[in-house]
C-alpha cells in the first residue's frame, strides 16, 4: 500500500491538499479532526468528551485516537493506502502507528510536512472561522493550538526525519503550486 502522513501546524492547508492527494493516488482521505467533528455532531460519548479538548484547542487522549485508527485500518482492507490528516500528533501516537501498520504488514511511506511562518497560521484560521464558522478558530484556541503544535506535535519531525521519510514542502503559495511540489517529491 501506498501510505502518505500530511503534516503541518493548524491552517498549513492540509485538508485542501489532502483531498487533492486522496484523489491522485486513489487513497483513502483519514482526517481526525473531521472523525472528530462528526462524533461531536452526533452527540457521541466520544464526541462529548471530544468536544471539551477541541474547545480549549487541546489534544484528545492519545488512546481515543489510536482506537479510531485501529477500528480504521480493520474496516478499510481493501484500499490502495491512506492518507493520514491530522495524525499522528504526538510521539506516543506516531509509535502506536508504526505498531498498527507491523500488525497489517505495512508501513508508513512518507510524511509530507507542509512550513508555514506562525503570522499566515494566524491569519489564514481567522478567515477560515468567518467562512466555515469552526468553534475552534477563535483568537485564544489558536494560539493554544499552535502552542501544542509546537511542543507536543513539531517532535514528529525529527521522528520521521530519522526514519528517512520526511518530504518538506513550502506551505505558502497557490494550492496547485503547492499540491504540484507535494507531487514531484512524491516521484
Ligand atoms: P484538525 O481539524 O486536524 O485541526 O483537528 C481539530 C482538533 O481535533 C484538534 O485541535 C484536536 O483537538 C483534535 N484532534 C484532531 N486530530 C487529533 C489527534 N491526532 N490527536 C489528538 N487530538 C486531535
Known amino acids: 500500500m501506498f501510505n502518505l502522513i500530511l503534516f503541518g501546524p ?9 483531498v487533492k492527494i486522496a484523489e491522485k493516488f486513489k487513497l483513502k482521505h483519514v482526517s481526525t479532526g473531521d472523525i472528530l467533528r462528526s462524533e461531536i455532531k452526533n452527540k457521541t460519548e466520544l464526541g462529548i468528551l471530544a ?12 488512546n481515543l485516537l489510536i482506537d479510531i485508527l485501529h477500528d480504521l485500518f480493520d474496516k478499510n482492507k481493501d484500499v490502495n493506502g491512506f492518507i493520514l490528516d491530522g495524525f499522528p500528533r504526538t510521539i506516543v501516537q506516531a509509535e502506536a502507528l508504526d505498531k498498527l501498520m507491523i500488525e497489517i504488514n505495512d508501513h508508513i511511506s ?3 510536512s507542509l512550513d508555514i511562518p506562525d503570522e499566515e497560521v494566524v491569519s489564514r484560521l481567522l478567515k477560515r472561522a468567518e467562512i466555515e464558522g469552526r468553534e475552534d478558530d477563535n483568537e485564544a484556541t489558536i494560539s493554544n493550538r499552535l502552542k501544542v503544535y509546537k511542543n507536543q506535535t513539531s517532535p514528529l519531525l525529527e521522528y520521521y526525519e530519522k526514519q528517512e521519510k520526511l518530504l518538506e514542502v513550502q506551505g505558502v503559495g497557490s494550492i496547485d503550486d503547492i499540491f504540484n511540489s507535494i507531487c514531484s517529491g512524491l516521484v
Open 10 to 18: 493548524p491552517g498549513s492547508g492540509k485538508g485542501t491538499q489532502s
Open 51 to 62: 468536544k471539551s479538548f477541541i474547545d480549549k484547542g487541546e489534544l484528545v487522549p492519545d
Open 110 to 112: 512518507k510524511v509530507i
